[in-house]
Structures are given as structure tokens and as C-alpha cells.
């Protein structure tokens, strides 16, 4: 009887866990074009790290505070997103270098910032990482959009 509730337990956390990250993601794909979306993806993600201090949580964030920096206007608060944006992204990545989906993102804003920034020393590390390590995931979704996006 023990062994089916840890059993049950763990189906269940799995699935709140992906649910979860499908709403992250959707938050990533609008918050490019989107303030609002932005500034969700901004408080959720923050939310989520103060409570679970998870890599991936300051990922997001990250990718949030990038998106901020395309829709503020005045410049000195740009580079203020901007820098705080990579400064939490390589705090995500150096916690768990490992994490396809935090190399993923440093991978796309690197290749979508501006080469004057010079935030642009990762690409071809976490394109090689990626294309070897893509196939190793169990997130169907994750492990597709990698393919499509690295065009494998």
C-alpha cells in the first residue's frame, strides 16, 4: 500500500510539474511581442524560485527580463534589464549546466542580442551541448523544439 501512494505521488508531482512548465513556455513564446506576458513571466518565475530554488525558475526570469529590455523605452533601463537579465541567466546556467532547457535559452538570446552587446561567448557551446544532448530528454516537447530550432 505505501509503495502505491509514493507511486501516486510521484505521477501526480510529475504532471503538476509539466503543467507548470507549459505555462512558463507559453509565457515565452508571447513575451517577446507582449509587456504584459513579460511581466508575468517576470513575477511568476520569480515566485517560483523564492519558493522552490530551482535553476530553471531563474532561467525564466531571466528570459523575462531580456523580453522587459525589448519593451522599455528609455535606454539606461534597457541595459538595467538586459544586464540583470544575464547576469540571472549564467547564475542558471553555472547552478545547473546540465539543464537543456536553460541552454536553450542562453543559446536564443545570444544569437537574438545584439552582437554590440557582446553577449554572444556561448553559442557555439551550447549549440554543440544541445545537439548531443537533446535526445537524452524525456520532455517530448522540450526534445522537439530543440530538433526544429537546431534544425536537426
Known amino acids: 500500500m505505501k509503495k502505491w501512494i509514493i507511486l501516486i505521488f510521484l505521477i501526480f508531482s510529475q504532471m503538476m510539474l509539466s503543467q507548470n512548465l507549459n505555462e512558463y513556455r507559453t509565457l515565452l513564446k508571447s513575451g517577446e511581442s507582449s509587456e504584459k506576458a513579460a511581466k508575468d513571466l517576470i513575477e511568476k518565475s520569480t515566485i517560483a524560485y523564492k519558493k522552490t530554488n530551482k535553476p530553471l525558475y531563474a532561467g525564466f526570469l531571466a528570459v523575462g527580463q531580456f523580453f522587459m529590455a525589448k519593451h522599455i523605452f528609455n535606454p539606461l533601463k534597457k541595459m538595467k534589464y538586459f544586464n540583470d537579465g544575464k547576469k540571472t541567466l549564467e547564475y542558471a546556467v553555472k547552478s545547473d549546466p546540465g539543464n537543456l532547457e536553460i541552454r536553450l535559452m542562453r543559446l536564443i538570446t545570444q544569437e537574438k542580442a ?39
Open 114 to 152: 545584439p552582437r554590440i552587446l557582446g553577449y554572444t561567448q556561448n553559442i557555439s557551446e551550447d549549440r554543440t551541448f544541445l545537439t548531443r544532448a537533446y535526445k537524452s530528454t524525456e520532455d517530448d516537447d522540450l526534445k522537439l523544439y530543440i530538433k526544429n530550432y537546431l534544425k536537426l
